[in-house]
């Protein structure tokens, strides 16, 4: 037998206490001469035999009153069947930790998953004991405990138990094991029962790790764990991805979204319908004719931006069994008008040849709302940059600190700068100049110049090192042969910065020719080659305009149109310290969340530690203020419904000690044989009491006997007693 | 252990205790006392005429009243009523069950003052008070004399005896019975504390021999309340077992045995004819002296009982 409270067995001190009472009564005996011993005669004595003998009693009463209420506070219990005989009561602390990940809403037509697991948790509830220790968790990206350690009720329990939904986000199953272990050495019963009801998705209880195993194990020392799988179709279709291809964000553009269905069934799925929508209103819509399974199709959609100001743009499927991976979300920032500054410091033609790229259309027509603006080196403006979008640097000899100092500023505030290398750079003044670390202008120091040609004389051709960028997903469309024909001759030699990535390279030598990083709210692109032609043919090329007018358009975008997957943590960032100390989001549920705005090494964030719904929040400076919407998916890998049979779970599980109980039958079977902790507090509290009680009783029938003696037999006066 | 009694008498027995002079403490209980004159209970050996009875054989000749043959011719002897020759035998009991005291004067000191209150009282009249003092044996035993000195006695026997447990009262009875000349009143100062049976065989040898016999059963308070509280141990002056016991538990059956005792023995006296009196050891001497003798004087006739 043990004790879940022994630290309470001390009170079995107490026991001592009557003892001590008795025995100081004992001690403090009186001494007396006494000459009428003849009326203290045999009967007198045996009475007095007798009261000393009640006396005894009572105390052993007391005593073992005393013995069995520290022993009912101690909690009493056992798992041995060798005291079956004790009236004792089937007792067990519970946890239930209920997958609350979004494949839970994957639905067979009747109910979801979801459901399906609630109603197996009140199966387990019906085994619970009313005041038994219980715990609700649902487990998803971060586990959630919903009832911690609380006294069962049942009517609560399952009120609680109605209120619970499943997440838009992934179950994290690795982390589950440790995070139940803590919830089992935080709970107080003899014997510990965790169930797991979850679908058990075969990319995640297909194969097991050994650590998790491990861990499981661990979990199974401390606990009886039962494994309850709420099993369904594989059949899913989910809209895995949208990406902006191409275009521009500007209003009157069209810009070009792909979006990606991924059939993660069994089975082909013909006619996928995928629409598109803008603010709500579908502008789009596109058909993929069959989808095979585990296979993803593309449909392109074309986005016409009718007005400045963030778009939310989603693509969505219907009619499938799991709705919440239909829809992808994307958010656009579409401007008036784009205008940028191309500074040309060359003597030659670069500055043109950028110029004519920015400006190149399809179809030949003017944009009005496009402005270049190309000046010379020594016109560099020293004044305010405000209606400048983008800075354009075109081998730039060098610059002032003071421009240093200005172009900074400018990026940090959420501008774009590009940087071309040239003939005229002066490698060690840009060093000096630009800055080192996290605050340096370019993303590199700079270099010598350097040959970039092969033995034929014919420069190495383009390879986008980074094909997912913004920056080079339209050219990933180009034929290879197109893309294979830009050439580059001459490179600037760089050193890239810790905080910079390359985005694109020389084939076959991973050296760079374009470089990013972020400074601010901005960023910066660095092109270790020149426009001019001496340097390489890209200005002859497509790409070279394709790349230009998508680095404008990446660079003209804002932070937020980046989407971003539920669990991610949202910002909100500012150039200057904003007047209200608090920023608002608004949850796609309506809800709103104020975060204070804290100061982050130049700027001011406001930061969201954790998005936990699927959909458009918004995000505002101020209540007051409109809201800048930021697109926030569910992240694909849980999209993949597909449950593992059961005796596939059980063979990954063997040596585990875990349970599966994979029906409402067996689940009840197997709690009624694990369950086999027995509670005696109650049965020792009552003891106790009755005990108690009892010696209160023989104890005033005693003092009312020997009133009712003192009442019927006083043949003198009352003496006023003696101390 | 006399909290109730006035802080103003002067005569309470731990008062009297202090004295230290028996004689004087005689005197103080005993002036102020209205004392009534004893009758003789002896007639016939008087000069005050009684009245006259028809002569019969066998009856002194000087007895004959002539005056009156010579009116009427017949014979009529007068009668006289005795005024003195009183004697008075204090009996008091020494043994150890008397040293028991729960306040500063014990039962023996208490009926050492008694005893001389009543010689006192005694030797006032003229009449003569002889004493014995007993415990498992007749200890001393004076003849009744007339003298004062008998009060000093009293204080001498008392002090040089060692006490023992007495074993049998009604052999010490017997004992100072064939030891009395002559009939007297017989007053016996003893917390009685042995067997009824016993008591009563003693006290009814002293009345058939024609003694006038008085118990004076003197006992003390704690005895007759019995009032102990907690956890005490009764340790028997004679001899007895002791007994540790919470006498407030017992107490409602020691006050059984003590009634039952008490009403034995009082209804043995009022059989025999022996006037029965419970005096108890915290009361003011001359208070108890008072009510006994006014008690005493009006049941005159006869035998009597009360609780002093």
């Known amino acids: ?723 | 252990m006399s909290g109730h009694l006035p802080q103003t008498n002067y005569l309470d027995p731990e008062l009297l205790q202090r004295l230290g002079d028996l004689e004087l403490v005689a005197r103080e209980v005993v002036e102020g006392l209205r004392v009534g004159s004893h009758r003789s209970p002896l007639r016939g050996l008087s000069t005050e005429f009684a009245h006259h009875r028809q002569y019969a054989p066998g009856d002194a000749l000087r007895t004959i009243d002539w005056r009156v043959y010579g009116r009427t011719d017949r014979y009529y002897t007068k009668l006289y009523e005795a005024e003195t020759n009183f004697d008075c035998h204090l009996l008091i009991d020494a043994s150890s069950s008397m040293n028991y005291a729960s306040g500063k004067v014990s039962k023996l000191e208490y009926a050492k003052f008694l005893a001389a209150s009543l010689a006192y009282v005694v030797l006032k009249q003229r009449d003569s008070v002889g004493l014995s003092v007993f415990d498992s044996e007749v200890r001393t035993y004076l003849p009744p004399r007339s003298a004062m000195g008998i009060i000093l006695e009293i204080d001498r026997s008392l002090r040089d005896i060692k006490p023992t447990p007495k074993t049998s009262l009604a052999k010490q009875l017997h004992d100072i019975a064939l030891m009395m000349k002559r009939r007297s009143v017989v007053v016996v100062i003893s917390d009685l504390l042995s067997d009824v049976d016993d008591i009563l065989a003693g006290l009814d040898h002293l009345h058939f021999d024609g003694h006038s016999v008085v118990v004076l059963h003197t006992l003390d308070p704690y005895e007759l309340k019995f009032p102990f509280a907690g956890t005490w141990r009764f340790e028997g002056l004679e001899g007895e077992e002791p007994l540790t016991t919470q006498p407030q538990r017992i107490r409602e059956d020691y006050l059984k045995n003590l009634t039952e005792y008490m009403d034995s023995l009082r209804a043995g006296c009022v059989a025999a004819h022996i006037d029965y009196l419970t005096v108890d050891t915290s009361r003011p001497l001359d208070v108890v002296l008072s009510e006994f003798f006014n008690e005493r004087q009006s049941t005159l006739a006869g035998p009597s009982v009360g609780a002093r």
Not at chain 1, 75 to 92: F, K, L, Q, Y
Not at chain 1, 448 to 459: C, E, K, P, Q, T
Not at chain 1, 588 to 613: D, F
Not at chain 1, 673 to 698: K, N, P, Q
Request: hydrophobic residues 45%; contains cysteine; aromatic residues 6%.
């Open chain 1, 1 to 723: 037998m043990t004790f879940l409270n022994p630290l309470l067995l001390l009170g079995v001190l107490g026991i001592g206490l009557p003892i001590l009472a008795h025995l100081i009564n004992r001690q403090r005996i009186k001494r007396t001469d006494w000459a009428a011993m003849q009326f203290l005669d045999r009967s007198v004595r045996v009475r007095s035999r007798q009261l000393r003998l009640r006396d005894l009693i009572l105390l052993l009463m007391r005593c073992l009153a005393v013995l069995l209420l520290v022993l009912a506070l101690a909690r009493p219990a056992t798992n041995s069947a060798d005291v079956s005989w004790m009236p004792g009561e089937e007792r067990a602390g519970v946890i239930i930790a209920l997958d609350a990940s979004f494949s839970m809403q994957h639905s067979d037509g009747k109910a979801t998953r979801f459901e399906r697991a609630i109603e197996k948790a009140r199966i387990i509830s019906e085994h619970i004991q009313p005041g038994d220790p219980v715990s609700l968790v649902l487990l998803g990206g971060e586990h959630r405990v919903v009832l911690r350690n609380v006294a069962y009720n049942a009517h609560r329990f399952a009120e609680v138990l109605s209120e619970q939904q499943a997440a838009a986000e992934p179950l994290d199953l690795d982390s589950v094991p440790k995070r139940l272990e803590a919830l089992v050495q935080d709970m107080d019963a003899l014997q510990k029962e965790v169930y797991i009801v979850t679908d058990t998705q075969a990319h995640d209880w297909g194969r097991l790790s050994s650590p998790f195993q491990d861990a499981l194990r661990v979990l199974g020392q401390e606990a009886s764990v039962f494994l309850v799988p709420v099993v369904g179709s594989d059949e899913n279709l989910a809209v895995t991805g949208m990406d902006l291809v191409s275009g521009a964000l500007r209003k009157g553009s069209i810009a070009r979204y792909r979006a990606t269905v991924h059939n993660y069934g069994k089975s082909p799925v013909s006619g996928v319908e995928v629409r598109c929508r803008v603010e709500g209103v579908q502008i789009d819509s596109r058909q993929i004719p069959l989808i095979p399974p585990g296979s993803s199709e593309t449909v392109s959609l074309f986005v016409p931006f009718y007005n400045a100001g963030p778009a939310r743009i989603t693509a969505e499927i219907s009619g499938d069994a799991l709705a919440t991976d239909n829809v992808r979300r994307a958010v656009a920032e579409v401007r008036d008008r784009v205008s940028v500054l191309c500074v040309d410091g060359s003597t030659g033609d670069a500055g043109r040849l950028i110029r004519s790229a920015l400006l190149a259309r399809a179809d030949g027509a003017e944009d009005e709302d496009f402005v270049v603006q190309s000046v010379q080196w020594p016109d560099f403006p020293a004044g305010d940059l405000g209606q400048i979008d983008v800075v354009i640097l075109a081998d730039v000899p060098e610059i002032t600190q003071e421009q240093a100092s200005q172009l900074s500023r400018y990026v940090r505030q959420g501008n774009g700068l590009v940087w071309f290398a040239g003939d005229t750079v002066k490698a060690s003044k840009w060093n000096e100049l630009s800055g080192e670390g996290d605050n340096a202008l370019l993303p590199a120091s700079l270099g010598m110049v350097v040959d970039a040609s092969d033995n034929l004389g014919v420069g190495k051709p383009l390879d986008p090192s980074m094909p997912d960028h913004t920056v080079c997903r339209p050219l990933l469309s180009l034929p290879e042969d197109l893309l294979s024909e830009t050439r580059f001759l001459k490179r600037l030699q760089v050193e890239p910065a810790d905080t910079s990535f390359l985005v694109m390279s020389l084939a076959g030598s991973h050296s760079p020719i374009l470089l990013e990083h972020s400074l601010g709210r901005g960023h910066v692109f660095m092109f270790t080659t020149s426009a001019h032609t001496t340097w390489n043919n890209m200005a002859q090329t497509p790409v070279f305009p394709m790349l230009m007018q998508q680095i404008v358009t990446y660079l003209t975008g804002r932070e937020f149109e980046q989407p971003r997957i539920v669990g991610d943590s949202l910002t909100l960032s500012y150039a200057k310290q904003p007047d209200a100390i608090d920023a608002v989001f608004d949850t796609p549920s309506k809800q709103t969340i104020t975060v204070p705005v804290r100061q982050h090494r130049n700027g001011y964030v406001a930061l969201l530690e954790k998005s936990r719904e699927a959909g458009f929040y918004v995000a505002r400076v101020s209540v007051q203020s409109p809201g800048m919407p930021i697109a926030v998916n569910v992240i694909t890998q849980e999209s993949d419904v597909a449950c593992v049979t059961t005796a596939a779970l059980l063979e990954s599980l063997e040596g585990t000690g875990i349970t599966v109980s994979a029906t409402a039958a067996d689940l009840s079977a197997d709690i009624n044989t694990a369950r086999t902790g027995r509670s005696f507090w109650r049965f020792f509290m009552l003891a106790g009491l009755a005990v108690l009680v009892i010696e209160s009783l023989f104890a005033d029938r005693i003092l009312a006997r020997n009133q009712s003696r003192r009442d019927q037999a006083s043949p003198l006066p009352q003496h006023g007693e003696v101390a």
